[in-house]
């Protein structure tokens, strides 16, 4: 019987974007598990906790039978890759400089261990602009609702309704960080 084939796909997810979605579905298609791990950085603020990130992703991928959602956090990816039995790290190449980026990632991810190798795929043109930090910065200008639902799934379009409403009522700021 041949070994199972676990790929692990990490980010912020804050929020997930189609561009999430569409990596996830794509990487479904290529591994026998795949494990959406979201990156906890403690010097980084989040405009979701981490138990909304993990129900954005378990909701948008409900149904999808070869996914698990989990996080991670005090690790090097490659060694959470590896601790959790997976052979393959998938990340997403928008352009040249991700790819450049994720290429020296990539190189630093083998000298630890050079059992977890890196995947990389390239996402439809229609995607490749789409980020967390760009949906973010929609929200709360004029007719964004209508901009951003090209950007997210539905489900997570409601979530960053929901927060633009309290921030506006004055609840805690949303925070604006990078992907």
């Known amino acids: ?23 996830i579905k794509q990487s479904a298609k ?10 906890v950085n403690s010097e980084k603020s989040y405009t979701f906790t ?3 990130r993990k129900a954005m992703i378990k909701e948008i991928t409900k149904g999808m039978s070869n996914i698990s959602v989990t996080s991670f956090k005090d690790t090097f990816l490659v060694d959470f890759a590896k601790g959790v039995r997976a052979g393959f790290i998938v990340r997403g190449i928008r352009d040249s400089k991700d790819f450049e980026y994720e290429k020296n990632i990539r190189s630093v991810n083998e000298d630890i261990n050079r ?6 795929l390239m996402p439809p043109a229609k995607l490749s602009a789409v980020s967390s930090s760009l949906v973010k910065g929609l929200v709360g200008n004029s007719g964004w609702e209508k901009i951003v639902s090209g950007y997210v799934p539905g489900y997570v379009l409601g979530y960053l ?9 004055g609840g805690y700021p949303t925070g604006i960080d990078n992907d």
């Open 1 to 23: 019987m041949a070994t199972e084939k676990i790929g692990v796909y990490a980010g912020s997810f804050d929020p997930p974007t189609n561009g999430h979605l569409w990596m």
């Open 30 to 39: 290529i591994f026998d598990k795949l494990i959406v791990a979201i990156g």
């Open 161 to 169: 309704k929901k927060e633009f409403a309290f921030s506006k009522r």
């Open 115 to 120: 059992d977890v190798l890196t995947v990389f």
């Open 50 to 52: 981490l138990d909304q």
